[in-house]
């Protein structure tokens, strides 16, 4: 792996194991409106915007709910979840730390709400990390168009070519190939089912980033 000036990161599922809960969220909250589903439909459409999310469990359950009603009841799971069972996903507390050590500037690009991003940098302790934030909120096209990352190199002064991505959807990666960055794949259990073909290497673990 080359030396690179900055390093974005997708955060659910990238850096912390936040996507099955996303998940659990969501069928918890089709559940409330008794509709229930079966969170792994979620591996369908991870990474890609919360309408489309959303809209893909709205189709399997059955039912149409007022977004906003259904958006805030999400929030009140989710944030239970993530309370009882985030962590940071294996080898990147150590790498963070290594990037934060050496100076590298970092950048966050979330296709999450900025409540949610806000929330997970500071239970994990890592906000200090990051020069750079970019949540739902902060763009207009949503990945797989590359506009968060292209909008975090400009704030981060670098090229394409002197930047990596870190991703775990074919979303994500699809972003990170298309704004012209190196894409590193983090793989879990969760993302069995996206293509990471388009990464220039996969990884299960941040330490390996570092052998």
Request: glycine share 6%.
């Amino acid at each position: 792996m080359k030396n690179y000036k900055a390093y974005l990161f997708d955060l659910d599922g990238t850096l912390v194991n936040s996507e099955p809960l996303k998940g659990k969220a969501i069928a918890l909250t089709c559940h409330d409106y008794g509709f229930p589903v079966d969170y792994h439909i979620y591996q369908d459409v991870m990474g890609q915007h919360w309408s489309a999310v959303t809209a893909h469990f709205f189709r399997q359950a059955g039912f149409s709910p007022d977004q906003a009603e259904f958006d805030q009841k999400f929030r009140a799971h989710y944030e239970q979840l993530l309370s009882r069972q985030l962590a940071l996903n294996a080898g990147a507390a150590d790498y963070l730390q290594w990037l934060k050590n050496t100076t590298q500037p970092c950048a966050v690009v979330s296709s999450g709400a900025r409540w949610m991003v806000e929330c997970i940098l500071s239970a994990m302790q890592i906000a200090d990390i990051f020069s750079v934030v970019i949540g739902r909120e902060d763009v207009t096209r949503h990945k797989p168009d590359p506009e968060g990352y292209l909008s975090a190199l400009s704030q981060l002064g670098v090229t394409p070519e002197e930047a990596v991505v870190f991703e775990d959807s074919a979303a994500g990666i699809a972003a990170g190939v298309a704004c012209g960055c190196d894409v590193v794949a983090f793989a879990h259990e969760f993302n069995a089912h996206n293509d990471l073909s388009k990464a220039v290497q996969v990884i299960s673990d941040y330490d390996q980033m570092r052998r």
